[in-house]
């Protein structure tokens, strides 16, 4: 069955950084692509990056263009999320979702991870 | 970036009831869609997508339609586990999601 292990948050001052991870299993991780949603606490749901199933192009939320990269190994089913310059506004739950399709790029997550809760404070 | 508007926020409706959730579009879209629900504490999962077409293993009972800026969820008689926080996403551009419509017990 598909499963999505997110790891990596935790609590960070404003202007660090992180790297959040999510580990995949239970389908072809190559053939997809992969994407990072968030959810400030209370709050409801935004997409922040987007990266095809092979690496050769990420797509990124106005909002954190710039201080966010997405990227992935596909020799170790992983998916990345590194966060720089973070800021208050950044504080949420971030989930990693697999694509609804193979391939191309759906824009649906069909499957998502629990999440891992990044909190900026000083 | 393209607007979504969920209605109501909030729908009180009593177990066996019918319930009918509203999702407006600031632009026309084709049919790229989706329904999630999420619980407490939990992830969303995926419902719908593209607009009418129910996940595996998803009840009979949730139905997607609509279409250009005006989409409905309908859950047809709500059970005990369909109390939620429901959202719709549109995927013809940069994914965007509603604000959510929260299904209480009345």
């Known amino acids: 069955q598909v499963q999505l292990v997110e790891s990596g948050g935790g609590v960070v001052q404003p202007g660090r950084s992180l790297r959040l991870s999510c580990a995949a299993s239970g389908f072809t991780f190559s053939y997809y692509a992969m994407h990072w949603v968030r959810q400030a606490p209370g709050k409801g749901l935004e997409w922040v990056a987007i990266i095809s199933y092979d690496g050769s192009n990420e797509y990124y939320a106005d909002s954190v263009k710039g201080r966010f990269t997405i990227s992935r190994d596909n020799s170790k089913n992983t998916l990345y999320l590194q966060v720089n310059s973070l800021r208050a506004e950044d504080t949420a739950v971030y989930y990693c979702?697999?694509?609804?399709?193979?391939?191309?790029?759906?824009?649906?997550?069909?499957?998502w991870g629990q999440g891992t809760l990044v909190t900026v404070s000083s | 970036e393209i607007v979504m508007t969920q209605s109501p926020a909030t729908l009180s409706v009593s177990p066996g009831e019918r319930a009918t959730l509203s999702c407006r579009a600031s632009q026309s879209l084709s049919s790229n869609l989706a329904w999630y629900q999420q619980k407490p504490g939990q992830s969303p999962r995926l419902l719908i997508y593209?607009?009418?077409t129910r996940v595996t293993g998803i009840p009979a009972r949730f139905s997607g339609g609509g279409s250009e800026t005006d989409f409905t969820l309908t859950i047809s008689s709500l059970q005990s586990e369909d109390f939620a926080v429901y959202y719709c996403q549109q995927y013809d551009n940069w994914p965007t999601f509603g604000q959510g419509t929260k299904v209480e017990i009345k």
């Open positions: 593209g607009t009418s």
């Open positions: 979702a697999k694509d609804g399709g193979p391939y191309s790029r759906e824009n649906y997550g069909d499957y």
